[in-house]
Every structure is written in structure tokens, then in C-alpha cells.
């Protein structure tokens, strides 16, 4: 059974940085594309960051230049390195993974700016 779990949110204040890992199970993440997802209060969810099986990737404009998406085969890992936080980075982060056309995605982990 694929699961994925997401660690590493917390509360943080604007201009720091913060790391985010989805480890996998039941699957061999490095071959399949995976995905980073955000959902903020009141909004749809959008994807901020994508991989693919080769390392190339992909970003929504807002996080362009400050998250950087990586992954790490051996550890069965994908991860979310946050730089220069802003308020509105506030979301839930969720990682997504499409195996056979169906998509799984992990509970998520929360980033909330503290005031």
C-alpha cells in the first residue's frame, strides 16, 4: 500500500527558512514524478513544486527563487527546502505521488507564521 507522510512544518516568522520531507512507502518514489502541493485558508490547493523521475522540475511562480524541491532516491524521499518565508506561505504542504493514473497523497504538515 503507497502511503506517504510529510514532516518538518512548524511556525515560523517572515524571512526564515524551513525544510519539508515526504518520505514514501509501498512505492519506488524514484520513478514516478512527485509534487509538493499547499493549500492556504479559504483557497483551493495548488502545487508549488514539482519533480520528475529524472530530477527535472517545475515551480508555480509565487515560490520561484525561494523553494527549491529535491529529492533523494535511497531514502525514498522527496523534500521542500523553504527560504525567505512570507506570510503567505501559510498552508498546509501536502506531496503527491500518481502511480498507475491513481494519486496518493500524504495527510500534510502545517507552516503557519507566528506573529
Known amino acids: 500500500q503507497v502511503q506517504l507522510v510529510e514532516s518538518g512544518g512548524g511556525l515560523v516568522q517572515p524571512g526564515s527558512s524551513l525544510r519539508l520531507s515526504c518520505a514514501a512507502s509501498?512505492?519506488?518514489?524514484?520513478?514516478?514524478?512527485m509534487a509538493w502541493y499547499r493549500q492556504a485558508p479559504g483557497k483551493q490547493r495548488e502545487m508549488a513544486a514539482f519533480?520528475?523521475?529524472?530530477?527535472?522540475?517545475i515551480y508555480d511562480d509565487s515560490v520561484k527563487g525561494r523553494l527549491t524541491i529535491s529529492r533523494d532516491n535511497a531514502k525514498n524521499t522527496v523534500y521542500l527546502q523553504m527560504n525567505s518565508l512570507k506570510p503567505e506561505d501559510t498552508a498546509v504542504y501536502s506531496c503527491?505521488?500518481?502511480?498507475?493514473?491513481?494519486?496518493?497523497w500524504g495527510p500534510g504538515t502545517q507552516v503557519t507564521f507566528s506573529s
Open positions: 503527491k505521488v500518481t502511480q498507475w493514473g491513481h494519486p496518493y
Open positions: 509501498g512505492i519506488n518514489s524514484s520513478l514516478y514524478a
Open positions: 519533480i520528475s523521475p529524472g530530477g527535472s522540475t
